[in-house]
């Protein structure tokens, strides 16, 4: 059974995560900020270690960089974070991370990356590494791009600092709130810190629209379209009594999604 060292100082979220690589068969061991992630990793070892970045006392950064210097620091390591700025990418692939995964994520893409990843490693061998790598020189990614899910899959989120787990389908619209969203939802109203343009790359093209420059909605919930005077729209989603503004702008796309 793989040992997988989980950091992450988000009590609920840690606990979330482990009990998915558990339930699947692997044996997570947690620690909530870098320095307990080093004690553990230097007296119990581990197969593959999962981290997020921001953390107090000791970063992932500042973590990676102490495994990579070890004897033993040679295992796969995949960083969580929020952020998803090329120049983030870079400088954790400059230090040795082998994958990133943006917050937030589904189950699936979770899972996906510890099994490449042990995959990789398994083949690839610590010798091999070594000898390819010079120890030092590492390959830069020049974009890591971000997964689009389907209606089924499922995405983890923190919502209030306490994971949540949402399906795609059950997603009704987006709407912009400064550095934030509004997630609305068959259970209510989520604030997520999450950009407009990264749900949008997220989310499934052929249910999800843009129909504003500060909203996305799920067509699979569109329960009435009016026509205003000046070339736009509003639209009605189920159970929503407010409706939503489709501006001239993106109208043409909209109209093209039922012709």
């Known amino acids: 059974m793989r040992k997988i060292l989980v950091v992450e100082d988000d009590k609920m979220l840690l606990s979330l995560i ?19 992630a080093l004690d553990l990793f230097y007296r119990h070892g581990a197969d593959l270690i999962i981290c997020d970045v ?9 973590l990676l960089q102490e495994i990579r210097k070890s004897a033993q620091g040679y295992v796969p390591f995949i960083l969580l974070t929020g952020k998803s700025e090329r120049a983030d990418f870079r400088k954790g692939m400059e230090l040795g991370a082998d994958d990133f995964i943006p917050k937030p994520f589904s189950e699936e893409e979770l899972l996906g990356a510890v099994l490449a990843q042990l995959k990789k490693w398994n083949s690839f061998g610590f010798a091999q590494f070594q000898e390819k790598m010079g120890y030092s020189e590492i390959t830069v990614r020049q974009e890591v791009p971000m997964r689009t899910l389907g209606l089924d899959d499922r995405i983890l989120l923190s919502v209030d600092n306490q994971p949540k787990i949402l399906k795609i389908n059950d997603l009704k619209c987006i709407s912009a709130l400064g550095d934030y969203t509004n997630v609305f939802t068959s259970e209510g109203k989520f604030i997520v810190r999450r950009s407009m343009k ?4 997220l989310l499934p093209a052929k ?15 569109v329960s009435k379209i009016e026509k205003l005077f000046n070339r736009s729209y509003k639209v009605y989603l189920q159970n929503i009594p407010k409706p939503f503004i489709i501006s001239r702008r993106y109208g043409n796309k909209f109209k093209e999604k039922f012709s």
């Open 198 to 201: 990264e749900w949008e790359e």
């Open 54 to 62: 921001l953390m107090p006392m000791m970063n992932g950064y500042e």
């Open 207 to 221: 249910f999800f629209i843009r129909i504003h420059r500060s909203t996305i909605i799920n067509l699979d919930f």
């Open 18 to 36: 482990m009990e998915i690589l558990e339930n699947n068969g692997f044996r997570p061991e947690g620690a909530e900020n870098g320095k307990e």
